[in-house]
């Protein structure tokens, strides 16, 4: 039971262009969403979060949107660069629960900016 | 400061044999999380441990176990290996892993290949 799904395995965009990353989750306790980025041969390096409170959240170059009645979220990147080529995953976490230190990782989302 | 070690990097065992992974948290984080990941399956959740104590558990079987020393490093253990067992295991490490994102750091994994 996949309850975090990123329903896109890849993405290609071109240098300077946006780049929308979705994720989708069905469990209604999750009330904390973060995006994490991965390298191959690296651990995974978060890179922003929101928490169900709020519906967008900006960092730099980096915008998450939380749409709670939908259960979506989306990363926007703008503008793309090169070194945002990687694999994207999508967490949430239950914080109002015991089980708060669990995150629960979607599949992940490859994505290749273009020169 | 330094990062997240996990130890070693790369490991071959037979089916049936058991494997101990290691992982040395952040100075002064109090809490480890054990994840797995592979190919279409994302991240799972293993186990948390904080202060010595696992605190949350993932849906995996009793095979998989682990613990947490005084010193907050943590081992993992997995006994009677299987073929789908072959995975990156990633550690993270967090000062109280309330679930809070930016609060995890993870380290780049020790890649078990079992055959």
């Known amino acids: 039971d996949q309850q975090v799904k990123q329903n896109s395995p890849s993405l290609s965009v071109q240098e300077g262009r946006i780049s929308i990353l979705n994720c989708d989750y069905t469990?209604?306790?999750?009330?904390?969403f973060l995006w994490y980025k991965k390298y191959p041969a690296e651990g995974p390096t978060f890179l922003i979060s929101?928490?169900?409170?709020?519906d967008k959240n900006e960092d730099g170059r980096f915008t998450v949107f939380l749409n709670k009645s939908a259960k979506h979220l989306s990363l926007h990147i703008v503008p793309s660069q090169p070194g945002d080529s990687a694999v994207y995953f999508c967490a949430a976490s239950a914080l109002g629960t015991g089980t708060a230190s669990k995150l629960t990782f979607g599949t992940g989302t490859r994505l290749q900016v273009t020169l | 400061k330094a990062g997240v070690t996990q130890t070693p990097r790369y490991l071959i065992k037979t089916r049936g044999q058991q494997v101990t992974l290691s992982c040395s948290p952040i100075?002064?984080?109090?809490?480890v999380s054990w994840y797995q990941q592979t190919p279409g399956q994302g991240l799972q959740f293993l186990f948390e441990y904080f202060s010595e104590t696992q605190r949350n558990k993932g849906n995996f079987p009793g095979r998989f176990s682990g613990r947490q020393f005084s010193n907050s490093r943590s081992e993992m253990n997995v006994s009677t290996l299987e073929l789908g067992d072959s995975a990156l295991y990633l550690c993270?490490?967090?000062?109280?892993?309330?679930?809070?994102?930016?609060?995890?750091?993870f380290g780049s994994g020790t890649r078990l290949t079992v055959v």
């Open positions: 100075s002064g984080h109090r809490s």
């Open positions: 993270a490490s967090s000062l109280h892993g309330q679930g809070v994102g930016d609060g995890y750091t």
């Open positions: 469990n209604s306790m999750f009330d904390y």
């Open positions: 929101i928490s169900s409170i709020k």
